[in-house]
């Protein structure tokens, strides 16, 4: 593929690059690697026009896996930087990626105000309830009781609820899915970033190592049977409900993507008649 | 005909303690790290001291892996130049820690006969290569593990009883008494295979037989943690960081049985800030992190200078800048931990020399943080970290932290108050009479915000007064030897740079040797005492740029033309080529040499 | 290690032998891209026996690939899709799924995927007979589905010659460590 023109459809294989991941084998972000690489050949946008950023963690490793652009930051700040590149870069397809510790722990704060600003981009979230970097510690999204050793007998601490956080917070498209599904995902996360603004995905993904009794998943996912509003109390309501394990677009607003307006007919010079005397 | 460099003279020659290097290697649940640990245990058992560093692959699980050790009569804090052998349970990607494996001519190096060829960059350094059918032997065995057979065979090799090396296995064993049984076999394998080596020679090592009361087992990490909670700490907020987790995690259940708390924070902006609040309420606290979270840090680090509140951060180094190298040794935040903040923060700055000093300078870290009301980073890195060693057992009274506290209902209480020393009580929260607001505003006397010149005058002078003035004793560094020639150093080096100078000393080459511990405030006085007739300052450090050298000399007037020796992670400076290094620099500065 | 999954649901069924033949190209070629995907995997941690084996059965898998151009007469960069709602599965039936993966796992524990993956392919086939609209259809599926069959027996007899692990094959000394 390095001649000029590009061949007529590109394939999923064509967005991932050679370099071999390093997650456990049995890892659920082997099948979101697919998924999104298989999403963008849905998309069929040369990978050198998009941009796939992350921050921290075994999920955010992504970015050299792909053919596309990466940028890999430090710890959760994958957002913060997505934003500046997409609104910088415009003409950009901006993905950004990481873990559920990266994401909602210390990139809480920036998860809130990307979802209010409304940049359009994508974020997916790679969620296994554990820090699998560091080796097994408790993230927001962990059970309350989930013994581990820097917070023996569990946090205490009530789980985060991502969905219902970016859709308070003005995300204009939530959806979960689940690595073990990697068509459904694949669908979704194309729809995703078809959708203006931010995009949010929860992609329930296990930890092998870690959280072995996430297998169980496989057999707690369900498709959700609703179709995805545009109404957010309603979609507030369904998600504040659900049991965790409802997958798909759950809902899909008509918000106007983050712009900024911008006349560019301004020359230098007048930029510094005010100053003159 | 030149003698030998003394580099090359091995550690058992001219009086020096014989000691022995053993580096069990292999991949995908082979199990040499509990090979490894297993080993460290026995030796420690069998009255020797004992050292393991961890290396491996970037796999979090079935990725290659190395267990480095060494054991000796003495007290160990750094690794040999050469590993005496080399025990391979198979070869898969190894050779990417080919430089942290150094062999030579009197290396042995074991291999399993049917995993195939030893790689080239091993087999290149002209060690003896010995190969063993290690799977199949611990298949024969019943099963066994080929672990056990390795650690059979390295124990024995290194001279450590039988009788050690079965009890670390049996007291080990949480999976059944016929599992156990046939490792124990695997193992008596492994034994068997390495008198076979061994033949008549006698072993390396005698172990006394027995470890003497007071030696611990112990990791730096931990250390650090214990040294905390010895001085009193009793609130910790955390947020994982390679390789400073394991102090938290240490920690956590520690600190509950003590009547303290840990609590897991949302990142480090978080977790600095609630022992700020913590230590507000007058209970003394810590966190640990790493580079990335020091930066995160750093405007916390502030406002515990101008608020006066303590605090101690342990800063676990790994191989920087940014995320860099997480799970590798450098010596590389020195300079943002001395100079790193804005505005002028006058702060403590500690670092400790090895493993065992973990413990002993995180608790002087926090009771200096206490009395002095600032905050104090403390230097470890992950070489001492993340490493396991056998240590003396700490023998000083265990002496809490103590602030100075404001009493109920003090008259005309002024919690900024501009005393001699600079140190104004504190009141804690919950003391009647003495309310106040804390601050990170410029402030009066009294903790009103304010403008002034005069008053901030006053506080920047108090602040830095307060730390200029303490009578920190003697434990601001370790001076040794005498000469005109001293090297400077801090933190895990110091181990290496030791062993340097015995080995130059053994050929008459007489060096100094400044380790220290308290880095900010520096100690000019006791500084200029122990460089006192010394002509020529060669500063040694594991970063790139010379930090410690850059920032002495910044502060002060070293002797001479002082220069660097700095190299940056992730390999651990060895004493061999230190000791080349102290010789050709010796040589260039001969006594009675006029300087240009 | 999970048992075979049922039949894969039909959402649309091919109406022409083209049409099935371009579905069964395009199940082939996908596990051939896993079967090597799964051989990287292992081969990253250290597990060579079975990356071998994975790597043997992408080269099989391609034979198949083969076998079914020269049938057709399609040339070799010939496109076909997968089309969208033939399988409504989560994964493509003959591919071994990712998730079952476990970096110490043997040769026999591959073969019992593999195993799987041919009998879902048989199945599938099985049931696009079933939902044939026109004999054509309807026989060639038959004819894939026997060839899957043949698949399913030739892995059998590899499995019946392959020493099962003992219980303790999962069990590792040593804990996971950390990188980043």
């Known amino acids: 593929m390095n001649d000029m023109t590009l061949p007529a459809e590109l394939s999923a294989a064509d967005y991932k690059s050679d370099y071999k991941p390093i997650w456990c084998p049995g890892c659920g972000d082997y099948t979101v690697l697919g998924a999104i690489t298989k999403a963008m050949s849905i998309l069929q946008r040369p990978p050198h026009e998009m941009a796939v950023v992350s921050g921290i963690g075994c999920s955010s490793r992504i970015p050299a896996y792909t053919t596309c652009y990466g940028f890999h930051g430090v710890h959760g700040r994958a957002l913060a930087a997505g934003t500046g590149l997409k609104v910088a870069r415009p003409d950009l397809t901006v993905i950004v990626t990481g873990g559920d510790g990266d994401g909602y722990s210390i990139g809480g704060n920036h998860f809130l105000h990307a979802c209010r600003r409304n940049v359009d981009m994508t974020y997916i979230v790679m969620d296994n309830h554990v820090y699998g970097m560091t080796k097994g510690q408790a993230s927001p999204t962990t059970e309350p009781d989930w013994d581990n050793k820097l917070s023996p007998g569990g946090t205490g601490v009530r789980a985060f609820h991502p969905l219902v956080i970016a859709l308070a917070s003005g995300a204009n498209f939530v959806a979960r899915a689940f690595s073990g599904d990697p068509n459904g995902t694949a669908e979704i996360i194309a729809q995703a970033v078809r959708h203006p603004g931010f995009s949010f995905i929860e992609i329930l993904s296990p930890c092998v190592t870690f959280r072995p009794e996430q297998r169980e998943w496989k057999n707690l996912v369900h498709k959700a049977t609703v179709e995805a509003t545009d109404d957010p109390a309603q979609a507030a309501r369904r998600i504040m409900t659900d049991d965790g394990f409802n997958l798909g677009v759950l809902y899909a607003g008509s918000r106007p993507p983050y712009a900024r307006a911008r006349d560019t007919g301004a020359s230098l010079a007048d930029l510094e008649a005010e100053f003159v005397l | 005909m030149q003698p030998p460099p003394p580099s090359t003279t091995p550690s058992q020659g001219a009086g020096a303690a014989r000691t022995f290097s053993v580096a069990i290697a292999g991949s995908g649940g082979a199990g040499v790290m509990t090979a490894g640990s297993l080993l460290l245990d026995a030796a420690a058992h069998a009255g020797l001291y004992g050292l393991m560093v961890r290396t491996s692959g970037p796999q979090i699980r079935g990725g290659e892996a190395g267990a480095l050790l060494r054991f000796g009569p003495e007290p160990l804090t750094t690794l040999d130049d050469r590993f005496d052998l080399l025990l391979a349970i198979d070869w898969q990607n190894l050779h990417r820690f080919a430089d942290e494996i150094p062999l030579g001519p009197d290396s042995l190096v074991v291999g399993d006969a049917d995993a195939g060829e030893a790689p080239d960059v091993f087999r290149a350094q002209g060690a003896r290569l010995h190969m063993l059918p290690l799977k199949k032997a611990a298949k024969d065995a019943g099963g066994a593990w080929v672990n056990m057979i390795a650690l059979g065979f390295a124990g024995a090799l290194a001279g450590i009883p039988d009788s050690d090396l079965e009890a670390a296995l049996r007291k080990s064993w949480t999976r059944g008494e016929a599992t156990l049984a046939v490792n124990l076999a695997g193992m008596q394998r492994g034994i068997a295979y390495a008198r076979d080596v061994q033949g008549a020679h006698a072993a390396p090592l005698r172990p006394p037989g027995a470890a003497p009361a007071g030696r611990w087992l112990i990791s730096g990490n931990e250390a650090a943690g214990c040294g905390a909670i010895r001085a009193g700490v009793r609130f910790v907020a955390a947020y994982p960081i390679t390789p400073a987790t394991e102090l938290l995690e240490w920690m956590a259940p520690a600190l509950a049985r003590v009547g303290g708390t840990l609590l897991q924070a949302e990142d480090e902006l978080a977790s600095v800030n609630m022992i700020i609040g913590a230590s507000y309420g007058g209970v003394p606290s810590l966190t640990a992190t790493a580079g990335p979270g020091l930066a995160l840090m750093a405007e916390a680090i502030g406002l515990s200078v101008s608020a006066e509140v303590p605090i101690v951060v342990v800063d676990v180094m790994r191989g920087g800048p940014s995320t860099g190298i997480p799970a590798k040794s450098e010596q590389s935040d020195l300079s943002f931990a001395v100079d790193g903040l804005p505005g002028d923060a006058p702060r403590l700055v500690l670092a400790p020399t090895d493993i065992g000093d ?28 993340q490493s396991r060693a056998v240590i003396d057992r700490p023998q000083h009274e265990v002496k809490p932290a103590q602030r100075l506290v404001a009493e109920a209902n003090t008259p005309n209480y002024l919690r900024y108050r501009d005393t001699p020393s600079g140190i104004s009580p504190m009141a804690v929260p919950g003391t009647p009479g003495n309310v106040y607001t804390a601050d990170g505003l410029t402030h009066t006397e009294r903790g009103i915000p304010s403008s002034q010149a005069g008053d901030h005058r006053k506080q920047l002078d108090k602040r830095e007064r307060k730390l200029a003035l303490y009578d920190y004793g003697s434990r601001w560094a370790d001076v040794e030897g005498s000469g005109e020639l001293a090297v400077i150093t801090f933190g895990s080096t110091t181990g290496a740079v030791r062993e340097a100078l015995a080995r130059a000393a053994a050929h008459g080459v007489r060096i100094k040797l400044v380790a220290l511990r308290l880095i900010a405030p520096l100690q000019e006085a006791a500084l200029a005492q122990a460089l006192e007739g010394v002509r020529q300052v060669l500063v040694v450090e594991q970063n790139h740029g010379g930090q410690l050298l850059r920032y002495l000399r910044s502060r002060f007037d070293l002797p001479g033309r002082p220069s660097g020796l700095h190299q940056p992670g992730p390999l651990p400076l060895r004493p061999g080529e230190l000791c080349d290094a102290f010789v050709d620099w010796a040589a260039t500065h001969q006594p009675q040499e006029e300087t240009a | 290690m999970s048992k075979t999954t049922a039949p894969h649901e039909l959402h649309s069924v091919p109406q022409t032998t083209d049409e099935l033949m371009q579905q069964a190209l395009a199940m082939e070629r996908e596990a051939v891209a896993r079967y090597n995907e799964l051989a990287d995997i292992m081969e990253v941690h250290n597990n060579h026996e079975v ?130």
């Open chain 3, 51 to 180: 990356a071998e084996l994975f790597r043997k059965m992408a080269v099989i898998e391609g034979h198949h690939v083969s076998g079914i151009l020269s049938e057709m007469g399609w040339a070799e960069d010939m496109v076909a899709p997968r089309q969208p709602g033939v399988w409504a599965s989560a994964d493509a039936p003959e591919s071994v799924p990712l998730d079952e993966m476990h970096y110490l796992m043997h040769p026999w524990h591959a073969l019992q995927l593999a195993l799987g993956a041919e009998q879902r392919a048989e199945a599938f086939f099985e049931s696009m007979a079933q939902a044939a609209t026109n004999d054509a259809v309807r026989e060639a599926a038959l004819e894939m589905r026997d060839e899957e069959a043949e698949h399913v027996a030739l892995i059998q007899e590899w499995l019946a010659r392959t020493p099962q692990p003992d219980p303790e094959w999962a069990v590792d000394p040593d804990p996971p460590r950390y990188t980043d």
């Open chain 2, 358 to 385: 973990c413990l002993q300078t995180t608790e002087w870290a926090v009771q200096l943080a206490e009395a002095l009301q600032a905050p104090a980073i403390v230097l470890s890195d992950q070489f001492m970290g």
